[in-house]
């Protein structure tokens, strides 16, 4: 008696809990997917993070041409006889008394109370607008970084849909080929209990729908865990089973046998080299002279909170670093090694996208091929199997016979639709390495 309770208990839970999962499921276009990636992905968003930054510190640059001002505010208090009579001096409040000499030597105590503007002009330096324009290169590079990001997210998205519905196409045939294997236990039990089959027939049936049944449930799951991926790329919470809408794709071949020179990632280490242009001229630059303006505005007064005697300095400063010890010279090596370096990477990561567009253009017409192939496969398995099924009906031929010719049917389906996996995918991939800015 427990023991039934048990078993009710059981399916009472699996049939709540495919209740559940029944709410939660959701039909997904591909298109929608792609979308809500694009708007939620994390990866996506670290990509446009790294930009904000970029463009942050490209902002920075515009203190070459702005000019920088400064207010203090300052207390001194001192009997140190240069700086006692130099207060005086500030607040315009020197004596005839003050020059004698006994009030020179030892002044006391002598307070000034300071307040000063200062403001700072750029005039002319060279070498900052060139570092400026160096800066903005690098906020096109973390541009073109954040949309090859992009573009790797829509891929990821479509592979991981195109997989999704070929789960559902493998839960789909697995069911056929449960309901076939049932089909045929439950005429192979019949025939056992006439007396015209053996029971080692019945047993070989019984194994086969274990095995469907298991590879069945195996499917099941794995459309949980592609949905849980899915998400995942959408940044949205998991638990959510997707069904998917066929996907129809273009399959047209392209005429762009070598990588694009538009693509984003190869123009982002043009950029980044066109960068390094500019910062060497920047270093070189710097040992040119540097025109400055500047100027301050001071009140001084022995009172802590008075505002006396007034003045004013401005001027300007031309300045020239005529040799610092070839620190610039070694500068300019350094960064023209490391943009001759990126120039290596340039020209390696074209080199390896021409071998790899070949290469996928290459597997796209094998699988192309191999649906043909495929597709003929079934059809002969189909009325491989039909035939089989029929004579075993007849008592022609022995159960091991027709369990193989049902295995062999579905092994054939499933490969084909391997194939068409194998194609969309590489399609996908194909778009992914020809794609333009």
Same mark, same amino acid.
């Given at each position: 008696?427990?023991?039934?309770?048990?078993?009710?208990?059981?399916?009472?839970?699996?049939?709540?809990?495919?209740s559940?999962?029944?709410?939660?499921?959701?039909?997904?276009?591909?298109?929608?997917?792609?979308? !809500?990636? /694009?708007?939620?992905?994390?990866?996506?968003?670290?990509?446009k993070?790294?930009?904000?930054?970029?463009?942050a510190q490209?902002?920075?640059?515009?203190?070459?041409?702005?000019?920088?001002?400064?207010? #203090?505010?300052?207390?001194?208090?001192?009997?140190?006889p240069?700086?006692?009579f130099?207060?005086?001096?500030?607040?315009?409040?020197?004596?005839? @008394?003050?020059?004698?000499?006994?009030?020179?030597?030892?002044?006391? #105590?002598?307070?000034?109370?300071?307040?000063?503007l200062?403001?700072?002009?750029?005039?002319f330096?060279?070498?900052?607008?060139?570092?400026?324009?160096?800066?903005? *290169?690098?906020?096109?590079?973390?541009?073109?970084?954040?949309?090859?990001?992009?573009?790797?997210?829509?891929?990821?998205?479509?592979?991981?849909?195109l997989?999704?519905?070929?789960?559902?196409?493998?839960?789909?045939?697995l069911?056929?080929?449960?309901?076939? /294997?049932?089909?045929?236990?439950?005429?192979?039990?019949?025939?056992?209990?006439?007396g015209? &089959?053996?029971? #080692?027939?019945?047993?070989?049936?019984?194994?086969?729908v274990?095995?469907?049944?298991?590879?069945?449930?195996?499917?099941?799951?794995?459309?949980?865990?592609? !949905?849980?991926?899915?998400?995942? &790329?959408m940044n949205?919470?998991?638990?959510?089973?997707?069904?998917?809408?066929?996907?129809?794709?273009? &399959?047209?071949?392209?005429?762009?046998?070598?990588?694009?020179?538009?693509?984003?990632?190869?123009?982002?280490?043009?950029?980044?080299?066109?960068?390094?242009?500019?910062?060497i001229?920047?270093?070189?630059?710097?040992?040119?002279?540097?025109?400055?303006?500047f100027a301050?505005y001071?009140?001084?007064?022995?009172?802590l909170?008075?505002?006396?005697?007034?003045?004013?300095?401005?001027?300007?400063?031309? !300045?020239?670093?005529?040799f610092?010890?070839?620190?610039? *010279?070694?500068?300019?090596?350094?960064?023209?090694?490391?943009?001759? *370096?990126?120039?290596?990477?340039?020209?390696?990561?074209?080199?390896?996208g021409n071998?790899?567009?070949?290469?996928?253009? @290459?597997?796209?017409?094998?699988? @192309?091929?191999?649906?043909?192939?495929?597709?003929?496969?079934?059809?002969?398995?189909?009325?491989a199997?039909?035939?089989?099924?029929?004579r075993?009906?007849?008592?022609? /031929?022995?159960?091991?016979?027709?369990?193989?010719a049902?295995?062999?049917?579905?092994?054939?389906?499933?490969?084909?639709?391997?194939?068409? &996996?194998?194609?969309?995918?590489?399609?996908?991939?194909?778009?992914?390495?020809?794609?333009?800015?």
């Amino acid at each position: 008696m427990v023991h039934k309770k048990q078993v009710f208990f059981y399916f009472f839970i699996c049939a709540f809990l495919g209740s559940k999962a029944q709410d939660t499921a959701k039909v997904l276009q591909l298109t929608d997917a792609i979308k !809500s990636a /694009v708007e939620q992905n994390r990866q996506i968003s670290l990509a446009k993070k790294d930009e904000q930054i970029a463009q942050a510190q490209f902002k920075q640059t515009e203190a070459i041409w702005l000019p920088q001002i400064n207010f #203090s505010y300052t207390g001194f208090t001192t009997n140190q006889p240069l700086n006692a009579f130099g207060f005086k001096l500030q607040q315009a409040n020197v004596q005839q @008394a003050d020059f004698n000499p006994a009030v020179l030597n030892h002044p006391g #105590s002598t307070g000034n109370t300071l307040t000063q503007l200062s403001l700072q002009q750029p005039i002319f330096n060279q070498d900052l607008t060139y570092m400026r324009r160096a800066a903005l *290169k690098q906020t096109e590079v973390y541009a073109l970084q954040a949309k090859r990001t992009k573009e790797a997210v829509e891929m990821q998205v479509t592979n991981t849909y195109l997989q999704l519905e070929f789960t559902y196409e493998v839960v789909h045939l697995l069911k056929e080929v449960l309901k076939t /294997v049932q089909e045929m236990h439950r005429f192979t039990n019949d025939r056992y209990n006439q007396g015209l &089959l053996q029971k #080692s027939d019945v047993l070989n049936v019984e194994v086969q729908v274990k095995a469907a049944e298991t590879n069945l449930a195996e499917a099941q799951s794995q459309i949980n865990n592609i !949905s849980n991926q899915l998400s995942l &790329l959408m940044n949205t919470p998991p638990g959510v089973v997707y069904q998917t809408i066929p996907v129809v794709m273009n &399959l047209n071949e392209t005429n762009a046998l070598n990588v694009s020179t538009d693509r984003a990632d190869v123009k982002a280490l043009s950029t980044a080299v066109s960068a390094y242009d500019l910062a060497i001229k920047s270093t070189k630059m710097s040992m040119f002279p540097k025109l400055n303006g500047f100027a301050n505005y001071q009140l001084n007064d022995k009172s802590l909170v008075g505002f006396g005697a007034n003045s004013y300095m401005a001027g300007l400063q031309l !300045s020239w670093d005529i040799f610092k010890g070839n620190q610039t *010279k070694n500068k300019v090596a350094v960064q023209q090694l490391e943009k001759n *370096k990126l120039q290596e990477q340039l020209q390696d990561q074209i080199a390896k996208g021409n071998v790899e567009i070949r290469k996928t253009m @290459a597997d796209l017409h094998d699988a @192309a091929y191999k649906i043909d192939q495929q597709t003929k496969a079934v059809e002969q398995a189909a009325e491989a199997l039909r035939i089989m099924q029929n004579r075993y009906s007849q008592g022609l /031929v022995n159960t091991t016979d027709l369990l193989m010719a049902q295995t062999q049917w579905a092994q054939q389906k499933m490969l084909k639709a391997q194939a068409v &996996l194998m194609q969309k995918s590489t399609a996908t991939y194909l778009q992914f390495l020809t794609t333009n800015y």
